[in-house]
């Protein structure tokens, strides 16, 4: 028997599941072969893609009469479905209630294709996303816009993750525009990008925010220096609420460290002292500060 056969009958199967509603399948793949997305157990179902829009608009339909789908992630590296990928397709996805998680993996990321339509289904059917991940992800061509315009729309996200996409300073002022004011998100990823100055500066925004509820900020390896760090430590003077920002891997040398060390503990004066940030609480990863003449250095990496 084929290969092609063989994932023809496995998604028979999974359809069946879909659309009987089968309470114990909560997460769901659809990608092309191979994947690199591995999870295992009944809860957890997968869909193969290729150039058949008719299979392809029939899983999509069964996913929005579906009411125990909890997440769903697509990966496609070899944009197999994004020559046939129209809204129609797509249409389905914008009639489930049950999806609160999605996620975006090896897509390219750009004005048309699967990415695109499955951003613009969400776009419309954004009241109960609270969960959103791309990685490694190729974003060009006015994808970056399609991107924005879908997370300003979902305003109950908690949880944003943008890793590995080369994600560039103009790109998060987008990102920036596209969050602010959302009330519930309390954590971002952009780690492994190409955020430098211009993009902590946008960041800076939203930190210095009143209205701004974010924990946890990870911007590990990205392209940041010493004065993007100053940036994010200013914003983060009168922030009482996030816990965590992990900076490391970055091209930040003990001045930058130094900066964090101002704001948690200025000892110009009592009163500044008093007032000093005493929330925040890691920087970086544990192990990675600790470097001659920083007074961030501590034995096991952290505040």
């Known amino acids: 028997m084929s290969s092609n056969n063989i994932m023809d009958m496995m998604n028979v199967t999974t359809l069946k599941r879909i659309q009987r509603d089968d309470p114990i399948l909560t997460h769901f793949l659809m990608c092309e072969p191979p994947t690199t997305v591995s999870r295992q157990g009944s809860h957890f179902d997968t869909a193969y893609i290729d150039s058949d829009d008719i299979g392809l608009k029939s899983i999509c339909d069964s996913i929005g009469k579906n009411s125990h789908l909890e997440d769903i992630c697509f990966d496609t590296p070899n944009g197999l479905g994004d020559a046939v990928a129209r809204s129609e397709i797509f249409e389905g996805l914008k009639h489930n209630t049950s999806i609160n998680s999605l996620g975006l993996s090896r897509c390219h990321l750009a004005s048309q294709g699967v990415a695109h339509e499955v951003l613009k ?52 002022e987008d990102l920036v525009q596209a969050v602010h004011g959302h009330a519930e998100l309390k954590t971002i990823e952009l780690r492994d990008n190409d955020i430098r100055k211009r993009g902590c500066e946008w960041l800076s925004t939203l930190l210095q925010d009143s209205k701004c509820n974010i924990v946890n900020l990870d911007l590990h390896n990205n392209m940041i220096d010493d004065s993007g ?58 192990g990675a500060v600790k470097m001659a003449g920083s007074r961030m250095y501590d034995e096991d990496g952290v505040i």
């Open 121 to 172: 289904a969400y776009e419309e059917n954004y009241k109960h996303l609270i969960k959103f991940a791309i990685w490694r992800c190729a974003i060009r061509n006015g994808g970056i816009r399609s991107l924005a315009s879908t997370l300003s729309r979902c305003t109950r996200l908690t949880e944003i993750s943008l890793s590995s996409c080369h994600i560039t300073d103009s790109m998060v």
């Open 229 to 286: 760090a100053k940036i994010l430590a200013d914003a983060l003077v009168d922030n009482n609420k996030v816990w965590s920002i992990l900076l490391d891997e970055n091209h930040i040398s003990a001045g930058g460290w130094n900066a964090f060390s101002n704001i948690l503990c200025n000892q110009s004066s009592i009163d500044k002292t008093y007032r000093s940030n005493h929330t925040l609480c890691m920087i970086a990863s544990f």
